[in-house]
């Protein structure tokens, strides 16, 4: 409801509870009635709402009487962690003798009803918190005209009295966990331990981790290169309608919004392939896809991201592509401007797959060779404050491609050379460069110099090359699916390197 406008019969207005006209015709001061609905219902839908906001709104925040006698009762009702909703606080007002002066059940209710999620109350909070602390200065301001105007007014005592008003509003600020300087802020103990730091991946695992919890993963590629089909497959595995994505785990979620912005038909059909009668109860429930542009590009609007995801209660959000939610790729302000709004969201404990497009003059590059960030189109802003970057190599159209991980939450996974089945939008990796498949198929084992040159497709390995290779032979040993032979050091023979041998349990695991 727009500032100023008439309330509807059943909210108590200002007046009626006893607060008449300020001095000098001035009309109502700064207030938000719709922010002030909306945080008291999301309060009412989940009383941990109610931690989130109380810091943000401090004390004395809303402007209707009858809003702040509600959020009274909701604090005493969660300092005893009992419910918070309409029925139980009406309850509560009648006994306190508040019921009526509220609005009475029916207006409970209607607060209870308000169309928005949890997820917005803390924006709505700090809304309302700048209601509040502009009513506190204008009523200084006018308190200042009211002193000035009297007989015999002392300009140095009048000046004296506002700046230690403005003092004890600056210092009521800071100090209390209202203010913009603490609302984020928390001791290092709980940083470290309670953020999630140490959170299951959202996709892979601990040791070798694609997408990590609470950071950002970005596909890149070349049009026709599969970075939707992958990006499907692992939206999919995330609503429990498959098991893994590149045989790697993929952690649940509660309900994902799509952000189909590039060729949403195309998209469509794209993920039809994937679909099955039988999933059509999930994906009413816990799919959600935004067809076409956003209302607004989120360099633009740092918020639009975090709201929508709270509008339509999605805790994963999907943007496909990029190029169409910034207003440009290349401007490094803007690209700052939309990593403000990727945080956001982030720190609302939504999380962010992000599609998007590589440097045109890279995009022919031979299969297998490896890319690196800075083909990857826009500003370096962009894959700066990314968490992951998995890049997708090879022709369009073509269903052999490669995955390149450039920057990892944890260990690098892969490359690994995958094939698309375009027929039924499935990708798989290819056994002929598996390590373990290599391994188990070499009767004489193999040296870190022999697997480095077969991932490579030939050639001289580099010294990179060789560090994956040998990493991954040991992980292979790690598990038990390999064991070591140890070399011999260099000297007038030239000496030995070590090799790897598949395990008697690896070789009757898949005899």
Known sequence: MPQGTTLPPQMPSHSADGSGPLPNGQTEPPFNVDAERSVLGACMHNADVIDTVRNVLGDDAFYRPAHETIWRALLAQRREDKPTDPIVLTELLQQQGDLQ??????????????????????????????????????????????????????????????????????ERALASGQGRLNRFARDGWSFVKETGADAEPLWGTREKTVWASGESL????????????????????????QETALEMPVAPSRRVLYLAMDRPKQIARAMDRLVFPTDEKILRERLVVWEGLLPATLDKEPDLLADLAAAHRADTIVIDSLKDAVSTMVDDSLAVAFHNARMRALRNGVEVMELHHQRKATADAPRGQRPGLDQVYGSTWITAGAGSVLFVTGKAGDPAVTLHHLKTPTGEVGPLDVTHDHARGTTILDPTKDPAVLLRNAPNGLSTRELATVLIGGGDPERADLEKARRRLENLVATGLATKADGIAGGAGGGQQARYYASARHLTAVG
Do not use: W
């Open 218 to 241: 970005m596909i890149v590629g070349a049009p026709g290169v599969g970075k939707t089909t992958l990006a499907h497959q692992v939206i999919f595995a995330h609503l429990g309608l």
């Open 101 to 170: 002066r509220t609005g009475g059940a029916v207006y409970l209710h209607q607060l209870a009803d308000v169309l928005y999620g949890t997820g917005s109350a803390e924006h709505h909070a700090e809304i309302i918190r700048e209601k509040a602390n502009l009513r506190r200065l204008l009523t200084c301001a006018v308190r200042t005209v009211q002193r000035a105007q009297e007989p015999g007014a002392d300009p140095e005592a009048i000046r004296s009295e506002v700046e230690a008003e403005m003092r004890a509003e600056r």
